[in-house]
């Protein structure tokens, strides 16, 4: 009688275990129907774009000069150019500009040719060099400008303003880009009764820097004699970079 009694008990407890058991696999199974089809791309969809400007103010400036000579000889005419340039460097260097910021951009070395009745002959060899400078402290940059205007140099180019560190201002136009965006997408979804669940999609236009204004009146104002240096005035005016994105919502 004990061991009837003991195995009821016995069989009660292991139909007790087993509904447990399987409840709890029933509410595993329920809860997992909430992810089934998490990974499946978003049908139901809605896509905006958003623009932002961001705008700073230039805080470098490049320019560009370069040097030619022409002489019978390779070594003569390396040695004018030469002269010229150490010149033009010393002055460079004297206004306060790093080597770091001094760049030869090109050398070359020419043969000259005189072209007499299709026969050419050989009359020389020119030398050309040009030297790129960044002007980091542009208060000084119209001064340094004028200075090598007044040397015995050719071809100067510039001034182009820009930003030494670009990547900041791109994040504040990625940025009011992208508020944009969300409030085109609130917008919307407002006027469709949806809601927006999540992002689905994102691409982004990186912005074009539009400066303004740049240097101009150059040529005339270096073209000074040099018993009268004149310093232009350098308007350095302000950049702005425009950001483009493109979002797209999943929306229920």
Request: aromatic letters at 8%.
């Amino acid at each position: 009688m004990n061991l009837q009694k003991r195995a009821w008990q016995v069989g009660i407890f292991v139909g007790i275990m087993l509904s447990i058991y399987l409840i709890a696999l029933a509410v595993g199974q329920f809860k997992s129907v909430a992810f089934v089809g998490s990974g499946i791309p978003a049908t139901n969809t809605i896509t905006v774009t958003g623009t932002g400007d961001a705008y700073a103010i230039p805080d470098v400036a490049t320019f560009s000069f370069s040097v030619t000579e022409n002489a019978k000889t390779v070594s003569d005419a390396q040695t004018q150019a030469t002269t010229k340039i150490n010149l033009a460097l010393k002055t460079v260097r004297d206004a306060g500009i790093e080597d770091k910021d001094i760049q030869t951009t090109n050398y070359s070395i020419n043969p000259h040719y005189d072209y007499q009745k299709n026969n050419p002959v050989l009359t020389g060899y020119d030398v050309s060099e040009t030297i790129t400078v960044k002007i980091r402290n542009l208060d000084n940059a119209g001064t340094l400008f004028a200075s090598i205007g007044s040397l015995q140099v050719e071809n100067i180019n510039g001034l182009d303003f820009s930003v030494d560190k670009p990547d900041t201002i791109q994040t504040q136009a990625r940025a009011i880009a992208i508020t944009d965006a969300k409030s085109k997408a609130d917008t919307l979804a407002n006027q469709l009764g949806v809601h927006l669940v999540r992002v689905v999609n994102f691409s982004e236009d990186n912005g074009s820097v539009y400066p303004r204004p740049m240097m101009y009146g150059v040529a005339d104002a270096v073209s000074a004699s040099s018993k009268m240096m004149v310093a232009p005035e350098v308007p350095v005016g302000q950049q702005k970079v425009t950001d483009n994105v493109s979002v797209t919502y999943e929306i229920q």
